[in-house]
Structure formats: structure tokens, C-alpha cells
């Protein structure tokens, strides 16, 4: 189906700030214009009403554990070793495959519903979150968690997963696989440098959790005299298409080696926090030039996947911290979600704003809410007011998954029967 939608504020960008301005857009063909393709027919579009509606980028999650949204609120103030090793590896040891394509349809629903229409997850279970994004109608970038010492010996299982999954889904629209070893505790140097080659050569991008608490330092630098960045970069793995998420124990020169490579942040302010991991340098970030960009993790750690949560927190608690009031304004976090996350997947222009050809990933707000209303100021009503509820629609790659808070693609009745089941069974 192609459309024309017709009274909303279109939400805008260039290069200095974000700005809002009515007029019509088209989607056609799962793309974007402002003006009608020319072979196109007007009578022939469906119309979209988005009177005191917001049509916006949609929402991009940079780093996901959707596999984990059955462990929501199971083992909260607990400590780290706790946490991990007592509570959440046991389950994940336990879930069956099924378990984690309910769990991952669960967190695409929650996704949708709170305006993310693509997110880059980091995942246990083959073919699984896959499964579920492609069965939701969402955008997502996926990539088997690899451990070990060597990626074609004790890492071989786990890698071959990574690339059969990529074939299954060849022909997919949405779907684009990444190569993510989990963490510099868990994965070699050997490994990283393989799989810095491997995805060199199949034009993959690369993801990987990196300096995550103080523990990690420590034992980095006890075990290999280098901190985790300088680890990372003596394999070859930092480059522009390197996802970083966390980052919060920055030392020595870790910044400007990130920031030479070219590769991307990703800050997770709740699961940082949650954790009790501390607060990334974001300032220092910023006044480095890195691509900085925001995700949730997983809702084991969170305990949400909402981003509009996530733009209030990262906002409120660096303006705070730095004792800075115009610290990350709400122009900056916004681009963090669309933008920037777009560019640090490679698809700049072509998701994270609306921009003529640019693939139609829209959501529309509701700007007549009480939390949005007077619209005084709408970029930052995103940041400051919103928390996702106002999203009445979705829609990714032309296709509405969400309309008027309906979901289209997912029947939530049988989601959370099946999550349920799971939950009673392997918890
Ligand atoms: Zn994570």
C-alpha cells in the first residue's frame, strides 16, 4: 500500500538543528518523498491523517538483548555476580529456542509500541530474534554473541550460527547480520583479530560490549598490561564499522583511540546505573567528535526497551552530573536515536530521517497529549516530556506495524499467553 499523509508536523533536520514544518508526505514503495514520484498515480494512495500528530524518524535501538525480555524484573537489586552469574546465565542455560523467540517477539512488541523501529541485538539462540523481528516488520541488525579463543575452534559453533542465519535471511529487507564477540572477558585476542578479518572481508559490521565496570579494567590491565580499548585496538577491531556499547570506564587515551578508529558509542545510562557501573564521559565523548549514540540493553539490565525513557535519563543525568545545564540538549539526544545510530550502522540517509528516497520508517506522535501539550517546543518534548505512550502509529519500510495503538503484525494476546508459559515453565 502507498500513501499520502497529510496534516502532520514533519520533523526535520539539517546540519544545526532539528525543526518541525507541515506539509504532505508520500510513501511509496516503502520509501519517502516529499514530492509524488511522477509514475505515481495520487488517487491511488490510501490517506493518512496525521492532524496534531508528529511524523518522525523512527527510533533506533543501538544495543539489544531482545532474548532476555522474559527475565523483566526477575533479579533486580542484586549485585553484579549476582545478577549474572546466579540469576540470568541459569536461565539462559535453561530457555529453550522457542523460549527466546517469544522473549524477542515480546521485546518488538514493546519496541513498536514506544516508536523504535530498529534495533542492533546481540543474541544467544540462533535464528531466533531473527525470527521474531522479521515475523514483527522490524528493522533490526543481528548478531550471534561469539566467545572463545579461537573463532574456528572453540568459537566455530557459534560463528557458523552467525552465517547461517545470514543465509536464511538473505532476501530479507529488514534483516542485516553483524559479527559481535560478547566482551574482552570472554573472547580472546586471537579472536578479535579473526573476526576484524572476517568481517573486513564479508562487509559486516562489527559490535561488542567494551569496558563495561571497573573489574573489567582491572583485570585487562592485570592480564594483559593494556586497558580494554588499547586491547582492542592492538587486534584490528576498532574501525568506523565498530558498535561499542557502554564505554564507561574510560583511561589514558582510550577517547582518542576510539576516536581516531571512527567507531561508534553507544551509551546505555540505565543499564550503567542499574548495575552500578557509573556514568560514561559523555562530555568528553562529545568534545571528541565520536559517534555517540543511546540504547536500552537488554530488559534484564534496564528494565525496559523504551528509548523515550532512555532520552530523559541520558539528558537529565549528564546535564547533572557535569553541573551543566546545556549539556546533551534535546537536538543532540534526538540524533542520537535516528541519526547517528543510522550512520553507525551504515545507513545514513536512509533510515533516521525523512528525506526524499530515505526507506518510510515513520512514527507518529500524538501531540494532543496532556504530557506533550502546549506544543511550545516539540524537539524537546521528545526528550523531556514524552515517555512513548504518545506513539500512535508505526510504520517500517511503508508498512504500518502499529495503527492507532493497534498492533498489526503481532497478536499480543498470544505473545504474552506463550511469554507466560515460559515464564511458569524454565524460571
Ligand atoms: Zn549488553
Redesign the pocket.
Known amino acids: 500500500m502507498n500513501y499520502k499523509i497529510i496534516n502532520g508536523a514533519i520533523l526535520k533536520s539539517d546540519p544545526e538543528k532539528l525543526y518541525t514544518l507541515s506539509e504532505d508526505l508520500f510513501v511509496v514503495d516503502g520509501k519517502v518523498y516529499e514530492n509524488l514520484p511522477e509514475d505515481v498515480k495520487e488517487e491511488e494512495l490510501e490517506i493518512v491523517d496525521a492532524a496534531h500528530h508528529l511524523v518522525m524518524p523512527g527510533l533506533i535501538n543501538l ?1 539489544t ?1 531482545a532474548y532476555m525480555t522474559v527475565l523483566r524484573n526477575y533479579a533486580d537489586d542484586v549485585d553484579f555476580d549476582e545478577w549474572l552469574f546466579k540469576r540470568v546465565m541459569p536461565v539462559e542455560d535453561r530457555l529453550p529456542q522457542e523460549g527466546a523467540y517469544w522473549s524477542s517477539l515480546l521485546a518488538c512488541m514493546e519496541m513498536v509500541r514506544t516508536g523504535t523501529t530498529c534495533f542492533n541485538d ?1 543474541h544467544m539462540f540462533r535464528g531466533q530474534s531473527a525470527r521474531a523481528a522479521a515475523d514483527a516488520g522490524v528493522r533490526a541488525f543481528i548478531g550471534r554473541g561469539l566467545v572463545g579463543e579461537d573463532l574456528y575452534v572453540d568459537g566455530a559453533s557459534r560463528f557458523e550460527d552467525c552465517l547461517e542465519e545470514q543465509k536464511e535471511w538473505e532476501s530479507s529487507k529488514l534483516l542485516k547480520f553483524v559479527l559481535a564477540p560478547h566482551a574482552i572477558y570472554s573472547c580472546s585476542a586471537k579472536l578479535y583479530e579473526q573476526v576484524a578479518r572476517e568481517a573486513e572481508e564479508r562487509h559486516m559490521l562489527k559490535h561488542t ?1 567494551l569496558s563495561e565496570s571497573d573489574v573489567e579494567v582491572a583485570n585487562c590491565l592485570e592480564k594483559y598490561g593494556k586497558t580494554p580499548v588499547e586491547f582492542l585496538r592492538d587486534t584490528g577491531f576498532l574501525d568506523e564499522k565498530t558498535i561499542l ?1 557502554h564505554c564507561v570506564k574510560m583511561q589514558g587515551e582510550d577517547i582518542s583511540i576510539i576516536a581516531e578508529a571512527g567507531s561508534t558509542v553507544v551509551t546505555n545510562p540505565a543499564s550503567n546505573a542499574k548495575l552500578g557501573n557509573g556514568f560514561a564521559p559523555l562530555h568528553k565523548f562529545a568534545e571528541s567528535g565520536v559517534n555517540l549514540c543511546l540504547a536500552t ?2 530488559t534484564s539490565s534496564n528494565n525496559t526497551l523504551n528509548l523515550f525513557r532512555e532520552m530523559n535519563l541520558v539528558s537529565l543525568i549528564h546535564k547533572g552530573l557535569a553541573g551543566d545545564s546545556t549539556m546533551l540538549p534535546a537536538d543532540q539526544v534526538v540524533r542520537m536515536v535516528t541519526e547517528n545510530a543510522a550512520a553507525a550502522v551504515g545507513m545514513k540517509d536512509q533510515i533516521g530521517t525523512i528525506r526524499d528516497g530515505a526507506n518510510a520508517d515513520l512514527i507518529f506522535v500524538d501531540l494532543n497529549e496532556p504530557s506533550m501539550f502546549p506544543n511550545n517546543n516539540i524537539v524537546s518534548s521528545l526528550c523531556y516530556s514524552a515517555n512513548g505512550s504518545e506513539v500512535d502509529s508505526v510504520m517500517i519500510d511503508g508498512r504500518f506495524v502499529m495503527r492507532k495503538r493497534e498492533f498489526v503484525t503481532m497478536d499480543g494476546e498470544r505473545v504474552r499467553f506463550e511469554v507466560q508459559r515460559i515464564v511458569d515453565k524454565y524460571l
Do not use: N, S, T
Open positions: 544495543h538483548h546481540m560490549h556499547a540493553d537488554g
